[in-house]
């Protein structure tokens, strides 16, 4: 594992809204944050700060049956588990480039705020985070993680160990039904989105050598190894 310093040249697939099936555009991660920090115009979206303030003004309100529409015709989504030609199924072309910047999703934080201020504050702490932003639920973070080395293979063990990571060193709960190399993360605007341009690249291949390692090791073995690495800080995704 090492750093990113200048290697932050890998693309997203743009989609319009969740709804859309087709690649709309491609753009580099630089002008994803852009857009999400500056409120800039993508995939049709005139304004992100206006489009992330309606939705949350119908959440708010408890109008969760328009927050659902409105989220998932209106607001423009990335893909950024791979790299997507034209199609948004996991069975249509794409690509992982040398390092891929995987989304994990956490929901229902009571105090989100408060984390991406830890984030800015103590950002050596949170150094496998290459970026956070809070979602458009308002309660939530998109965390992107660099990883090399990810292929269709070995994608869902690499994501399930590195969510297994995050719980266990952070206390975060990372919702496990974006495990899916389609995944698409839906863009809210966050002026304060949290960038770690010196965060760790996590490689594929060392977890799978990990996961394979443990393979050979008795249950009964395991699960003292699991609670041991949960005592000490550690991590360990065992299925």
Known sequence: MNNLDSELTEKVSVFKCCKSKTVDQTKSLDDIFNVIKTSGYIAGC????????????????????????????????????????KGRKSTDPHSF?????VMFDIDKMEDVVLWLEDLHENPSKYDMFYAAYISLSGNGLHILVAVRGLTDENF???????????????????DMSCCDIARLCILSYDPNIFINEQAEV??????????????LIPDEEKEILTQESKN???ALYIE
Do not use: W
């Not at 480039?97 to 910047?101: G, P």
């Not at 996590?202 to 393979?215: G, P, S, V, Y």
């Open 46 to 85: 005139r304004n992100l700060k206006e489009y992330t303030e309606i939705g949350r003004k119908l959440l708010n309100e408890g109008n969760a049956p328009a927050y659902k529409v409105f989220k998932e015709s209106r607001m423009p989504a990335i893909m950024t588990n791979a790299l997507f030609e």
């Open 232 to 234: 000490k800080g550690l």
């Open 202 to 215: 996590l490689d594929a291949q060392e977890i799978m050598n990990t996961l394979k390692m443990f393979e």
């Open 156 to 174: 869902k063990d690499c994501y399930k160990h590195i969510a297994s990571e995050i719980g266990i060193k952070y206390n975060l709960n990372v």
């Open 97 to 101: 480039q040398e390092v891929q910047y």
